[in-house]
């Protein structure tokens, strides 16, 4: 099945700073990578996603780079913010609509 | 739109008893819904992929007489913990796509925070 690995796992930036998060995966039919965000207790909300036709994709202040090649995958959040602090995950599917997540990256915004 | 909801939120039971946990989409047909385990502080991990009208796919690792899963209609899910021990405390989240939908999007419900005694 799909592994999806995800770097760093806990991630501490100044209020301002750009975050940048980065996974891999394994099966090469993957074709879309979605990224969730998650506060403690809450649901997942998905935050921006990929798929393979498109090497890049942007939303305000945070974008999204797929290197098919190498099969990574990189979230990026620029002027980051107090409120930007979450446990954010990334994930794989080969479009049979079932997910593979990453492990997880804590991101703590610092005022 | 594209809201799920899950019932109850949290659930406290005795060793041994099932628990009933319940996912709705509440402003579409969801004809594939997916139930997630998440322990604290761990990634979400797909336990089964529920099909309406027919049985659900388990996930290896995953004992299906364990945990059943209903998929009655195209708005609601049910997965049962049966016999549950104190190892199945965790969140529970289910999630939705939209019958028909140009996407894949999975639309997540808010989880069920289940804690056996």
């Known amino acids: 099945g799909e592994n999806v690995e995800q770097h760093p796992s806990t991630l501490s930036v100044q209020e301002g700073d750009s975050a940048v998060i980065k996974c891999t995966y394994s099966?090469?039919?993957?074709?879309?990578f979605p990224w969730y965000k998650q506060e403690l207790g809450k649901r997942p909300q998905l935050i921006i996603d990929?798929?393979?036709?498109?090497g890049e994709k942007k939303d305000q202040r945070i974008a999204v780079t797929l290197n098919k090649t190498a099969k990574h995958f990189s979230l990026h959040i620029t002027e980051t913010q107090p409120e930007d602090s979450a446990v954010y995950f990334c994930?794989?599917?080969?479009?049979?609509?079932?997910?593979?997540f990453g492990a997880g990256t804590t991101v703590t915004v610092r005022a | 739109g594209a809201v799920v909801s899950q019932h109850p939120s949290w659930v406290i039971c005795k060793s041994g008893t099932s628990v009933k946990i319940e996912c709705r989409s509440l402003?579409?047909?969801?004809?594939?819904m997916f139930w997630y385990r998440q322990f604290p502080k761990q990634s979400l991990m797909l336990m089964a992929t529920?099909?309406?009208?027919?049985?659900?796919?388990?996930e290896q690792g995953v004992e299906k007489d364990k945990f059943l899963i209903n998929h009655a209609s195209l708005t609601l899910s049910t997965l049962t913990v049966t016999s549950a021990h104190p190892e199945d405390s965790s969140f529970y989240i289910c999630?939705?796509?939209?019958?028909?939908?140009?996407?894949?999007?999975?639309?997540f419900g808010p989880g069920t925070r289940l804690t056996v005694l």
């Open positions: 999630s939705a796509i939209r019958a028909g939908g140009a996407t894949d999007t999975q639309y």
């Open positions: 099966d090469s039919a993957s074709n879309y």
């Open positions: 990929i798929r393979s036709n498109v």
């Open positions: 994930a794989a599917s080969r479009g049979d609509y079932k997910l593979s």
């Open positions: 402003d579409f047909q969801a004809t594939t």
């Open positions: 529920s099909n309406e009208g027919s049985k659900a796919t388990y």
